[in-house]
Nanobody, 122 residues
Framework: QVQLVESGGGLVQAGGSLRLSCAAN????????MGWFRQAPGKEREFVAA????????SYADSVKGRFTISRDNGKNTVYLQMNSLRPEDTAVYYC???????????????WGQGTQVTVSS
C-alpha cells in the first residue's frame, strides 16, 4: 500500500506563501490521481486541488483558485501545493491523497498522508 508523507506546513502571516510537498514512501505515484484536501477544527474535510498523473489537467476549489497551484514531479514521486496570498481562513490540516478515480470526494480517495498543519495569522 502506498504511503504518503506531507511536509512544508507551518505558521505564516496573511499574504504570505508556503509550499507543501507530498512524497511517496516505497513506491511511485504512477497510476494515481493526486489530490490535496484540508480540514479545519469542527469542519468537514474539503477538496482543495487535484492533478492527473501527466500533470496536464488540474482542478481547484473556488476558494483557492488563482492563489494555489498544484504540480507534480513524477521523477521524484512528489506532488506539490504552492500556496500564495494565504488568508486566515486557509488555516487547516492539509492532507495529500491518492485515488484511482477522477473525483473531488474525500471518501473516494484510497490513500492518505498524515497531514501537515498550516496556520495563517492575521
Amino acid at each position: 500500500q502506498v504511503q504518503l508523507v506531507e511536509s512544508g506546513g507551518g505558521l505564516v502571516q496573511a499574504g504570505g506563501s508556503l509550499r507543501l510537498s507530498c512524497a511517496a514512501n516505497g513506491r511511485t505515484f504512477s497510476g494515481y490521481f493526486m489530490g490535496w484536501f484540508r480540514q479545519a477544527p469542527g469542519k468537514e474535510r474539503e477538496f482543495v486541488a487535484a492533478i492527473t498523473w501527466s500533470g496536464r489537467i488540474t482542478s481547484y476549489a473556488d476558494s483557492v483558485k488563482g492563489r494555489f497551484t498544484i504540480s507534480r514531479d513524477n521523477g521524484k514521486n512528489t506532488v506539490y501545493l504552492q500556496m500564495n496570498s494565504l488568508r486566515p481562513e486557509d488555516t487547516a490540516v492539509y492532507y495529500c491523497a491518492a485515488s484511482q478515480l477522477v473525483t473531488t470526494t474525500p471518501r473516494e480517495y484510497d490513500y492518505w498522508g498524515q497531514g501537515t498543519q498550516v496556520t495563517v495569522s492575521s
